[in-house]
Structures are given as C-alpha cells and as structure tokens.
C-alpha cells in the first residue's frame, strides 16, 4: 500500500500502522525504537504482519474509516453484499505491558471474515516458536520478546502462519487482544478490551478538548496535536520525530532513515505548538527531558536522543529487508547523531527562553546548562559544520546554522534582559551584532537579493524562510522579501517547497538521487508569506498542504510532485508542529 494508506494507533509508548485493507504491517515493541514484531512495511507478509478482513478473494480496502471522534481509536468498515463489518483498532494506555486490541463488529447482515497473523521478532529475522495453551491462547517466543495472543475464534497453523475464518453477524463483537511482554516474565494479566475501548476512547477525547485553539482550521490542529501525542514516549515526556524507519524519500533510492528518535532541533516548534494550544503539561515535561538529554558537557551536545535520552544510536543496514518499494538500505539508528549542527545550540536556547516567556517554573538548572552551552558556542559558532539536513556531504558554513548561532545569543541576552538572569551580557551582544554582521555580507547575494544556502553560495535553501520567523531580520526588510521571492522562483516545484537543489552538479549531502518537497518547507514558505503581508496567498498555499493529508489527517515527511504521494516517515512530526504554527499564525 502507499504510505499514505495507513493510519496510527498508539499508546505513547509505541505506535503500529494500520493498513486501508485491515492490515498491521508496522508494530515495535515494547519502545518505538525496539525491532518490529510485525514488519511487513519494510518488506512483504513474512515479515510479519497481522490481516483482519471480509473473506474471499483479494484483500480489499475498507469502504470508509475514521477515528471516533478527536481520538486515536480508528474504525474501518466494509460494505459487502452479505452485510457491513467494522473493524475498531487502538492500543490502550499503558498499564503493565503494551496491548493491541482489534474488535470485529457486526453491523448489520452477516459477513464471512478472515484472519492472518505473522509474528516475526527482530525486524523479521526471527520466526518465533508458537504453541496453543490448554485455554486456546496463542503464545509465541523468540529470544527476549513474548506474544500472548487472545483471539475468539479459532486459529489453525500452516506455513508459519496462524489463519482463522469466523462469521460476524449484526451485533456481534469479537475481540482479539495482543499482548507484549518480556519473555523471562510470567504470563502477563488479561484486559478487558471493552473496558478498555472505552477508556481508551475517553482519555483521548478528553485531553483533546483541553485545546485552546479555536481558530478556523481547529480539526486539523486537533488531529496534529494528537499526532503529537502519540508520538511522545509518556515515560520521559521525549518525542519522537517519527514511529518509522526507512520510509523512503525517494521511491526506490537510498535516502532512507530511522527517525524513532527526539531531536533537539525539533524542541523549539514543539514547545511553542504545545504551550499555543494550551497543553503546558506536556511542554513542560518536553523541557524536562530536554534538559536530562543534553546534561554533561557542553562540548557533548548531540542533535538527537533515543526516547529516554540515550546518546549512543549506532547506524546499521538490515540486509534481510526488501525496503519499502525495494527502497535500499533499511537502516536502524542513525550516523547524523555524531554529525556537528551548530544550529541546534540556537533551538535549545530558544527553547529554554520560550518556556521562561510561557510562563513554565523556573527552573536554575537550565540556566546553568544555557550559559555553558553559549560558552562552548561562543569559541566554536565560526566552524563548518552539516547543518539543519543533516548532509552527508563536505562540512560548509551553512547560512542556517549562522542564523541559529545568532538566536543562541539573541536568546540568552533576552533572558538577562527580561527574566533577570545573569551573565557576560555585553560580551554576548558583541559576538550576537558580529555574528550578524558577518551573516548578512558573506551569506547575502546582493545581485540577485538573496540570502544563500551557504557562504558564498550560488545555491538557495528553505531554510532560510526561518530568517524572519526567528527574529534575525524583520519580515519588512527588502532582504527578507527577495529571499521569499527566490526561494518562490527556483526551489517551487508544482507549487511545494524543496529543501535544496538535488541535481548530479550539486553534491551537497552527497546523495544520489532525487527527493520529494520536504512538508515543512512549504509551511514555512506560508507562514513567511503572512508575515510579509500575503496573505491570500498564504491561505491558498496551507489549504494546499492540508489537502496532503491522507483521509485519517495524517502527514508524512515529503510529498513527491513527480508521482502525487507522500514519501517519507510517516506520521511526520516535523510536519505537523508546522501545520500548527501556520493555522495560529493565520486565526
């Protein structure tokens, strides 16, 4: 199926994907970043994957499906002649170990059903031992992971594959209940799946109607906040950047990457998306685990953690997987975690400022680690370095990262300045006007006024959309206004925003290969537009994007003009923190 043919349910410890024809291709656990149990995404069926559908046939796609309400419970119905079914999929909050719950439901005549269940650990490397207890359960073993399977009708075995076929008539509810647990533990406790679906369901709804947002585009904000949600790992209160790895950015190319961590880049638009719409729990608790991940030295610092702040996320190619439209490697990990990106100082800067200005507790550690961050910046900000991509190219002085350089600065002055915090301020406001200084004439092109993706660059780069969205510059400054304006005639493909030029005469991340228009840049190109005064064009271009979303409201990374469909990890936090900012940006 295409990516954007799956939908999310998660209990913000983990997430599965769930596919339009009632199958489970993607499934971690017990952590978003642990091996699949069901691996189907990243290769075919034997890598393990759970089908609930009609009988007969080919697999078909469900007729229509939803979540219930502002929720992460989705449902999936088929129209057949016999009758309709509907198939509820959600994991509820976690009690003790992770649960998957399907509930087939009749809903009117009687259909013939089928289910096929393949549970391989370890990315689909390891097909576990399986035997039926005396009570009819399922249970599978495989080194350190342990199914127990509940399931109401019976399943027989045959090819490593365990099928059932069970008729649903109207008012018939059968719940299959999966249940995860570490296999040198004893048989976990049983849920009732009925209870749970309706807590499951009334927390969701719950926590989404404390959203304070209440301009035009509320629905879509709401499913971005949930998405959000789900992708945070309710122990730590981090967030991952996505629940996939090696959804490709290229159909069939090899810019593929595990994104199941938290990146500090991400921590700025995440607080300011949290504390906007009124969710100061939760961005407080993001602070907290930012602050956990990035103690120790400044010299230390990484661009991204594992969910619990984990430093060491060593990059390796699973060679027994196909890839996602035979898209090679799939990776696990992530080598960019070594890379040096001095744009990260500015967002954790920026980050602890904006918690100060939201009104978060005060909180004197985090000043200390600013002030040593801003130390380390102070003797290193004038470095190459690979940037805000993350390119696995030649080190460059990226425009992006001087700019984020200057907010670092920028930030902690404005802490002096307004919160009475102390420290070297006019040392800092020198460095912060040579910074900029230093930005606006080596990274401008006075002939075609424009900033460039690098210092003295011929190329452009979205990310300097963030020039004004940041405070470097004011969206008024003839500066600003000529960027927009490049970025509109030479990164616009079919009315999205690339990164960057990809073309065999520009090796700057050392790829082969194309790559979609990356989500956010063309959320920034809308929200830039607003501030410039364009507003019209800045409401056709977000209704543009949003009309990108899949029918559940879900984002991935990139969208590919070249094929219409989305490409990349999925579901994409990146995009939808943006989503959030340009729909409150325009009420």
Not at 105 to 125: A, C, H, K, L, Q
């Amino acid at each position: 199926m295409r990516i954007e043919d799956y939908a999310l349910i998660g209990d913000m410890q983990s997430a599965a994907l769930v596919g339009r024809d009632g199958s489970i291709d993607w499934l971690c656990l017990p952590r978003f970043d642990s091996p699949s149990c069901f691996g189907a995404l990243l290769g075919d069926t034997d890598h393990g994957q759970w089908w609930i559908g009609p009988a007969g046939g080919e697999r078909r796609s469900a007729t229509r499906r939803r979540y219930r309400g502002d929720t992460l419970v989705l449902e999936s119905e088929w129209d057949l002649p016999g009758g309709t079914v509907r198939v509820i999929d959600f994991m509820p909050p976690r009690q003790a170990n992770p649960d998957l719950v399907r509930i087939v439901e009749g809903v009117s005549g009687s259909v013939e059903m089928s289910t096929e269940i393949r549970i391989r650990f370890d990315y689909g490397r390891i097909v576990p031992w399986v035997r039926r207890t005396d009570e009819g359960l399922l249970h599978a073993v495989g080194g350190p992971d342990s199914i127990w399977l509940h399931s109401p009708v019976p399943l027989r075995s045959r090819g490593y594959t365990h099928h059932g076929a069970f008729r649903v008539s109207a008012g018939d509810r059968l719940p299959f209940v999966f249940t995860w647990h570490p296999s040198h533990e004893p048989r976990p406790t049983e849920i009732d799946p009925f209870e749970q679906l309706t807590e499951t369901e009334a927390l969701w709804t719950e926590w989404a109607n404390r959203c304070t947002h209440t301009g035009p585009w509320r629905d879509a904000v709401v499913r971005s906040l949930i998405t959000l949600k789900a992708l945070t790992y309710s122990p730590t209160g981090g967030i991952v950047a996505a629940p996939t790895t090696s959804l490709p950015e290229d159909l069939g190319g090899v810019r593929n990457w595990d994104y199941r961590y938290c990146w500090l880049r991400d921590a700025t638009m995440i607080l300011d998306a949290l504390i906007g719409s009124g969710y100061l729990e939760e961005a407080a608790d993001w602070r907290a685990w930012l602050l956990r991940a990035i103690a120790g030295r400044a010299e230390d610092l990484q661009i991204m953690y594992g969910v619990a702040g984990e430093r060491r996320l060593p990059e390796m190619e699973l060679d027994w997987l196909p890839g996602y439209e035979d898209s090679r490697p799939v990776r696990i990990g992530n080598g960019a975690v070594n890379q040096l990106q001095l744009d990260v100082y500015g967002e954790v800067s920026n980050s602890l400022y904006l918690a100060r200005a939201s009104g978060l507790s005060p909180d004197n550690r985090a000043w200390t680690i600013q002030r040593q961050l801003i130390d380390y910046l102070e003797a290193h900000w004038d470095e190459p370095d690979e940037g805000l991509w993350e390119v696995r190219g030649p080190r460059r002085h990226f425009t992006h990262s001087k700019v984020m350089c200057w907010v670092a600065l920028d930030r902690v002055i404005r802490a002096v300045e307004e919160f009475g915090r102390t420290g070297p301020v006019e040392r800092w406001r020198a460095l912060r006007d040579r910074i900029h200084a230093e930005i606006c004439v080596k990274a401008f092109d006075s002939t075609r006024n424009t900033f460039t993706q690098s210092y003295g660059s011929h190329e452009l780069d979205a990310a300097l959309l963030l020039i004004p969205i940041v405070g470097f510059l004011p969206a008024t400054d003839p500066r600003v206004i000529g960027t927009i304006e490049a970025i509109e005639r030479e990164l616009l493909v079919d009315g999205f925003v690339l990164r960057y030029p990809v073309a065999k005469d520009n090796d700057v991340d050392g790829l082969p290969g194309g790559e979609g228009a990356f989500l956010a840049c063309s959320f920034w190109l809308a929200e830039a537009l607003a501030m410039v005064g364009r507003r019209d064009e800045a409401v056709e271009l977000f209704e543009r994007l949003l009309a990108l979303r899949n029918d559940v409201g879900l984002l991935a990374e990139e969208y590919d003009p070249r094929y219409g469909r989305l490409v990349g990890n999925f579901p994409q936090a990146f995009s939808h923190v943006p989503l959030i900012h340009v729909a409150s940006a325009l009420s």
